[in-house]
């Protein structure tokens, strides 16, 4: 089982930018989706954005539509968030997995999640 690798996370200020990557080393074939979450302390995992390898189709959840990005590198297989406009509320630990469900935006369906990367927005 191999999970993704997160990174590009760290601490902006309120108005700020940061992109985070999602590496998919050897990444399952059948699992043509890649998701991003976020997770603030006390909260479930929330959904941000979504993506598919193939016809490049994206997703988003309302907190972030219109201020992030998600796109993919296929040859790199790796997945970018753009995140602008940030807010204090955007706060959290951002992951990614892998799914089968096209769109999904159910933390339950997305499986080889990697261990985050803290993004921090201060007032």
């Known amino acids: 089982q191999v999970h993704m690798v997160e990174s590009g996370g760290g601490l902006v200020q309120a108005g700020g930018s940061l992109r985070l990557s999602c590496v998919a080393p050897g990444r399952t074939e059948s699992a043509y989706v890649m998701g991003w979450f976020r997770q603030a302390p006390g909260k479930d995992r929330e959904f941000v954005a979504a993506?598919?390898?193939?016809?490049?189709?994206?997703y988003y959840g309302d907190d972030v539509k219109g201020r992030f990005t998600i796109s993919r590198d296929i040859t790199k297989s790796t997945v970018y968030l753009q995140m602008n406009s940030l807010k204090p509320e955007d706060t959290a630990v951002y992951y990614c997995?892998?799914?089968?469900?096209?769109?999904?935006?159910?933390?339950?369906?997305?499986?080889?999640w990697g261990q985050g990367t803290q993004v921090t927005v201060s007032s």
């Open positions: 993506t598919t390898w193939g016809d490049d189709s994206t």
């Open positions: 997995g892998e799914s089968h469900v096209k769109g999904s935006p159910y933390a339950y369906e997305y499986f080889n």
